[in-house]
């Protein structure tokens, strides 16, 4: 019976192959009073997706290679969860197709910074500043810098009809990474003064240095406080 709460419990680890997005950034948000408590929430979580906008393409032009590959489908869904204390700290973490976990910390005033690491390798860190809140909208704009990554399956090695590398194999037998820095910026859309269900996004325009191109990265999440 063990095993198989382990087993259970690795599964979101297995299917994980998307960078995650990280929600701990809502404690940037995090200023209005539930009035049914009279407090600022102190968790949430909900559905979240993520496309990073990084192409194949854009991964083979810095590989440069002339053999046949395959590469990961990047599955964007995740069910993510944050805690928070005020409007100071948050951590995260995200299941199922994008696993990973993230810090979200004030600096000073309305500065915050997050680092992000998910289960594909792919890490973050984003610094933001809110520039925005009331009771229904909230924006934060900055930069961030991170490195992408992609695994392979590649197929130089099939010879006719014989199974590629001769034997089954799990996950993949290669990868690289992207390194990538640009502007981001961050908002949450909630209704009236009570808490409940918000829409949070975020938007990303970056550069991928290493293969001299662009990227736009898109993050839509729904919540609860």
Known sequence: MKKLYWIL???PLLQ???THAPMSEMVMFNTRVDTATGKVPNRGGGLSLYFEGISDSQFEKKRKVDFE???LIEEPISLSMFK?????FAYGASFFHGFGVDVTKKLIKHTYVTAS??????SKVILQNRV???EQL??????FYGLSYRGYYNYSDCIDDEPCGGSFSIGPVDHDYLKNAGLRTRFILRSGQEMGIALTGFLEY????EVDDNFLGVGVSFIGF
């Not at 928070?84 to 100071?88: E, F, G, V």
């Open 138 to 143: 909230g924006l934060a704009i900055g930069l």
């Open 16 to 18: 994980a192959c998307a």
């Open 117 to 122: 690491v998910s289960a594909n390798s792919s």
């Open 206 to 209: 970056g550069r991928l240095f």
């Open 69 to 71: 590959q395959f590469l």
């Open 84 to 88: 928070m204390k005020d409007d100071d």
């Open 132 to 134: 925005n809140i009331d």
């Open 9 to 11: 419990l690795l599964i």
